[in-house]
């Protein structure tokens, strides 16, 4: 029976794959930096303080003066590709593509700027994905950010009538592949240096210390995390949570107290990187290579070295490969 000429174009059914990353300014301008923190810091996910309390704060004080630091701090890391997170994430999505060899289409989404989650479900499903997995580039659980990009997702399917079939990458923070993935590269970029640590700090992004009390298993992954890595390089790892923020307390220990306690402490030769970030970014270019060797230098240090993320790495990309082809088992 032929399909009537009023009969909507309905396109050919495709797997997909969106990778979602945290999200990045337009520029690195003030009026970009407001923009993005101003969506950023007004998720309840990530700021668990009633907008009744916290939305005056935020507009009052932290979007008037919090913006112009930080585009400074983001002019130090653009490059002529624009942010090194988006770069990178980018780079992530055409090689898995590339790996894929047209059994899935993939694309990318920022949880807070664009291309928006919402905004790449709607294409991918006009353009007939109706099997998409979704998933989020943070190795740790935490409400904050796999929580909250599925939040947006979710929130975007309920505006659909008619819905794809989704799947979620869970965290990996334990996953085999993943622990062999970051010993390669450590162990690659240490090979590189040209002295040997007297320490090698692993540094996660920091949460408020309530999340833990409130359930959150962010804390639990990053130590399970950092003792898979330590027993898999049978070397010791120091454990620290950067970035802190406003006046509650956050996990501990800090990081910038931690490399400058070393320094004190009479090891003066360290290493430094970030396995809870996907790709680097602001947190590991800026605030680790260079406020990082900074604060250790002051501090009496003698040689200090921030090791990179997996990135669009070769080992990288095999482990992401295997995670996305695992949870698209029965699609492909």
């Known amino acids: ?28 301008t003030t009026e970009a930096v407001k923009r993005y923190l101003k969506q950023f810091l007004s998720d309840r996910r990530v700021v668990e303080i009633p907008p009744l309390v916290w939305q005056p704060i935020l507009r009052g004080v ?31 999505m055409k090689a898995l593509a590339a790996r894929l060899q047209g059994q899935a289409d993939v694309r990318y989404a920022m949880r807070y700027g664009s291309p928006s989650i919402p905004d790449q479900l709607a294409a991918m499903k006009e353009d007939g994905c109706n099997r998409i997995l979704i998933a989020p580039l943070y190795p740790q659980y935490s409400g904050a950010t796999t929580g909250t990009v599925q939040d947006e997702a979710y929130a975007a399917l309920t505006k659909m009538r008619w819905h794809p079939a989704i799947r979620t990458l869970p965290a990996y923070h334990d996953d085999p592949s993943y622990i062999a993935a970051l010993k390669s590269s450590v162990e690659a970029s240490l090979a590189t240096l040209d002295f040997t640590p007297d320490a090698l700090v692993i540094s996660f992004h920091g949460m408020p210390e309530r999340t833990l009390y409130l359930g959150d298993p962010y804390h639990c992954h990053c130590q399970k995390t950092a003792r898979l890595l330590s027993e898999a390089m049978g070397r010791e790892l120091v454990v620290s949570f950067q970035s802190r923020f406003g006046r509650a307390k956050w996990l501990e220990p800090a990081t910038d107290d931690t490399i400058m306690q070393l320094a004190r402490d009479g090891r003066k030769k360290i290493a430094i990187f970030a396995p809870g970030f996907s790709v680097d970014c ?7 290579a260079i406020q990082g060797q900074e604060q250790f230098e002051e501090a009496g240090g003698t040689h200090y070295a921030y090791l990179p993320c997996l990135n669009d790495s070769d080992v990288g990309m095999d482990m992401l490969e295997n995670l996305v082809r695992r949870e698209l088992s029965g699609w492909l």
């Open 282 to 288: 602001l947190e590991t270019l800026e605030e680790l």
């Open 1 to 28: 029976m032929e399909k009537p000429d009023t009969h909507p174009v309905v396109a050919a059914p495709r797997v997909g794959v969106l990778l979602v990353n945290l999200g990045t300014p337009d520029a690195p």
């Open 62 to 92: 932290i979007l008037n003066t919090r913006p112009q630091k930080s585009a400074k701090a983001y002019s130090k890391v653009w490059t002529e590709s624009g942010s090194p997170l988006a770069f990178y994430t980018i780079a992530q």
